[in-house]
Structures are given as structure tokens and as C-alpha cells.
């Protein structure tokens, strides 16, 4: 799975999107080149999109994002979530991934941080919150640590990241707006994750 995640190398986050729109945003977004999405469980309908997104579209990768607790992660894990990603390490939430084949991506800022979770069995790091770091830390950090993965959140600048050293970029607040939703305008979705593929190839 983390290699298959580092061939996507671009990850859109859905959150609170209108359930009867999922498909269609979905859609939007392969059709736009996507190989992956999250899912985030802040929301009350998390687990249910995951479960209907594993229907409709089989050959894609779906993950649950905001992952806290072993409950959360037990809940994806039975809707069938390819991965998981957390804002923060939970070392209990990692061991119960680890011990379930599937991949969990905690959260670090630090690079004590980094280094204890890969310790602990993290397999990938999630940097949060990337954009109060910027590429510059991530090419920094990766010269003492070149072997640890890391994903990182940002909206701009995604090249730079990717150059940086990071294998995985999570889109989140400007690939969506309330227009598109609103207006149902799914083709500029699919234009604007496109560009964001666009930077990374």
C-alpha cells in the first residue's frame, strides 16, 4: 500500500462534501487523474462515504483521515480503508493498524517525533502542519533522515514539496469551493486537480 500511494503522490481530502454530490466529485476527480482520496471521520457520514466509495469505484484507493482513536481506525478498517491518516501519532492506534496489514500515517512535527513513530512501526510520516514548516524543512529534515517517507499537507507550492523530498502531497481546502458545489461544477474540479497533478510529473 505505501508504494501504491507514492505512485498517486497526489491525495485529494474530502471533507463534509454533500453525500448526494460524493459520486460525482469522486468521479471529477479521477477522471482529473486521481489514484487516491481521504476521507476525513470529522464528520458523522465518514465511514459510510468510505463504504460507498469502495463500491463505486473499486480500483481506487480510499483512506479515512482525522483517525484519533482504535475506534475510528476498527471502523475503517471494517468498511475496508485502504489506509489511514492521522494529524498525530497515537501509538495504541498504530500498533492496532500494524497488527491489521493496514497502513497508518501518524502525524509529527518534529523530528524526534518523526523518528519515534518510525521506531513505534509508522512506515510514513505525515508532516502537520506542513505549510508552518515549509519545503525548506522538509529538505532539511530528510538529509539526517532520507529514509523515512513523508506526506505532507499543502494547497500551494506543491511542487516545491515534491522536490523537497516528500512522496506524498494531501490537497484539502482550495480544491473544492462552495461554488463548485453549489453550481455543480465538476469539470473545474477536475481542471483544478489536473494542475495539481500537472506539478508533480
Aim: glycine share 4%; net charge negative.
Amino acid at each position: 500500500m505505501l508504494n501504491e500511494l507514492k505512485e498517486a503522490k497526489v491525495i485529494p481530502v474530502l471533507r463534509n462534501m454533500p453525500d448526494d454530490d460524493l459520486t460525482d466529485i469522486v468521479q471529477a476527480l479521477v477522471d482529473g487523474g486521481a489514484k487516491a482520496i481521504e476521507i476525513t471521520l470529522d464528520e458523522p457520514n465518514g465511514i459510510a462515504k468510505i463504504k460507498k466509495l469502495k463500491k463505486e469505484f473499486p480500483e481506487l484507493l480510499v483512506g479515512a483521515g482525522t483517525v484519533f482513536s482504535i475506534d475510528d481506525a476498527e471502523d475503517a478498517i471494517k468498511v475496508k480503508a485502504d489506509f489511514l491518516v492521522s494529524p498525530i501519532m497515537v501509538k495504541e492506534v498504530l500498533h492496532f493498524a500494524n497488527n491489521r496489514h493496514t497502513l497508518f500515517i501518524p502525524g509529527v512535527f518534529t523530528p524526534t517525533e518523526m523518528v519515534h513513530a518510525t521506531i513505534q512501526g509508522a512506515s510514513m510520516v505525515n508532516i502537520f502542519p506542513a505549510s508552518a514548516l515549509g519545503p525548506e524543512f522538509i529538505a532539511s529534515v530528510l538529509e539526517p533522515f532520507e529514509d523515512i517517507p513523508l506526506m505532507c499537507s499543502s494547497d500551494e507550492n506543491v511542487a516545491d514539496y515534491m522536490n523537497a523530498g516528500a512522496e506524498v502531497i494531501r490537497i484539502d481546502r482550495n480544491l473544492i469551493t462552495d461554488r463548485n458545489l453549489e453550481n455543480k461544477e465538476w469539470n473545474l474540479i477536475k481542471g483544478r486537480f489536473q494542475e495539481y497533478v500537472a506539478q508533480v510529473n
